[in-house]
């Protein structure tokens, strides 16, 4: 992790401990998650960020298996064995960061990364309607897949800014640019 993105987490903490915001986080085995028709497994949960306590929004959040403790384990053999790729997938769909046999604890997403998302998707607000956010992030202006993410970052973006107000949504956002 470079000096400059250290610094940026360190000042999105601060700022995220100012505000009062936390996380609370429900796992989605994988296999019931919205991600289940992807070609690899994933971590998913179901994320409820707070202000104070009051709850601000709830949403689904996912990390790729990259995430899983099995994928970094030297325990595990290669990069490519058989045995890492059954850690993760069991990762994936329990929740925990064991292994066969060994149910070990619960994976948590880390609270800056889910806040990160949100304050990114957050930016809808700054474009000027569906088809200038569609051209500025490359998705087809056609496409009503498109217009519901669209919909979606505008309903995160709503929230955030009644929750924390214009000036500290701009804060967060200036805060994450090197995260």
């Given amino acids: 992790m470079t000096d400059e993105t250290q610094a940026a987490r ?43 306590g009051d709850e601000v929004l709830s949403t689904h959040y996912g990390a790729g298996s990259a995430h899983c403790p099995a994928y970094k384990d030297p325990t595990l053999g290669r990069q490519d064995s058989v045995d890492r790729f059954k850690a993760i997938k069991l990762q994936c769909e329990t ?15 880390d609270a800056l990364d889910v806040i990160y998302c949100l304050v990114m998707d957050s ?9 200038s956010w569609a051209e500025d992030y490359g ?24 929750s924390l107000g214009a000036s500290n949504l701009e804060r967060l956002n200036t805060a994450f640019m090197e995260y």
């Fill in 95 to 109: 929740g925990r960061d064991g292994k066969p046999g060994r149910p070990g604890v619960w994976i948590k997403p």
């Fill in 123 to 131: 930016n809808v607000l700054s474009s000027s309607g569906f088809e």
């Fill in 10 to 52: 360190d000042m999105s903490a601060a700022i995220i401990a100012e505000l009062g915001l936390t996380i609370d986080s429900e796992f989605i085995p994988f296999s019931q998650s919205r991600n289940k028709d992807q070609t690899y497994p994933s971590l998913n949960w179901l994320v409820t960020l707070k202000r104070n």
């Fill in 139 to 162: 998705y087809d202006a056609d496409s009503r897949k498109a217009e519901a993410t669209y919909r979606a970052c505008l309903d995160t973006g709503l929230k955030l800014q009644a």
